[in-house]
């Protein structure tokens, strides 16, 4: 089993910056494919950025493209999201997930483990 437990949510103005950060425990991370989703009400999880297991592939959603940035310490056991030049509509709940594949994906159904959720949002 894996828990995840994100944090540094919060409110900001748009053009802000924020660090996500998602700490694992039950085991260790190295062999699991995670991504971060997002959610706003009425509306399907949605995917936004992915990492393998390594860091060396990462995967973005058209929308944070150039934007934001993922990353991962192994070591620490924890997953990151970076966001810069933050908007409006990048408002939503952000959920870590992690699967136990060496391979991406953009599906949530295709995630076994997921955070608690963390809000964040961009006033304008």
């Known amino acids: 089993q894996v828990q995840l437990v994100e944090s540094g949510g919060g409110l900001v103005q748009s053009g802000a910056s924020l660090r996500l950060s998602c700490a694992a425990s039950g085991r260790t991370v190295t062999r699991l494919t995670m991504a971060w989703f997002r959610q706003t009400p009425g509306k399907d999880r949605e995917f936004v950025t992915g990492?393998?297991?390594?860091?060396?592939?990462?995967y973005y959603a058209d929308s944070v493209k150039g934007r934001f940035t993922i990353s991962r310490d192994n070591f620490k056991n924890t997953l990151y999201l970076q966001m810069n030049s933050l908007k409006p509509e990048d408002t939503a709940v952000y959920y870590c997930a992690a699967r136990p594949s060496l391979y991406n994906s953009y599906y949530a159904n295709e995630y076994g483990y997921w955070g608690q959720g963390i809000q964040v949002t961009v006033s304008s």
């Open positions: 990492i393998s297991w390594s860091g060396g592939n990462t």
